[in-house]
């Protein structure tokens, strides 16, 4: 039962990563509003990023960002908890480099 848990919620954190990051990519700018603390800039200082170009590159790194679990997935199959908390451990060094992407970016 825990096995099969565990398979199922690398799956659903998987399919959330890749289609939260298809929709970045998909957004034309418009996600960038999703972006903690961006929208609460002034317009002028927004204006002097290119906001699709931006939500394509963060879409892109969270796409990548579900590879993880689903190789926590696969590896859950033989040992139960062991792919998931690995997937865990990847995905959160993954999220602390896009937030220093996301920082290098913003401060140009």
């Given at each position: 039962m825990?096995?099969?848990?565990?398979?199922?919620?690398?799956?659903?954190?998987?399919?959330?990563?890749?289609?939260?990051?298809?929709?970045?990519?998909?957004?034309?700018?418009?996600?960038?509003?999703?972006?903690?603390?961006?929208?609460?800039?002034?317009?002028?200082?927004?204006?002097?990023?290119?906001?699709?170009?931006?939500?394509?590159?963060?879409?892109?790194?969270?796409m990548?960002?579900?590879?993880?679990?689903?190789?926590?997935?696969?590896?859950?199959?033989?040992?139960?908890?062991?792919?998931?908390?690995?997937?865990?451990?990847?995905?959160?060094?993954?999220?602390?480099?896009?937030c220093?992407?996301?920082?290098?970016?913003?401060?140009?």
């Amino acid at each position: 039962m825990f096995q099969i848990f565990v398979i199922i919620f690398d799956l659903f954190m998987a399919l959330l990563m890749f289609f939260m990051g298809r929709y970045f990519c998909n957004s034309k700018g418009r996600a960038s509003n999703l972006l903690t603390g961006y929208n609460m800039r002034p317009e002028n200082e927004r204006k002097q990023f290119d906001e699709d170009a931006m939500c394509r590159i963060y879409g892109k790194r969270m796409m990548g960002m579900a590879v993880p679990f689903v190789c926590g997935a696969a590896i859950d199959f033989f040992k139960p908890g062991v792919g998931c908390t690995a997937a865990w451990v990847v995905w959160i060094v993954l999220f602390v480099m896009l937030c220093i992407k996301r920082t290098s970016m913003e401060k140009k």
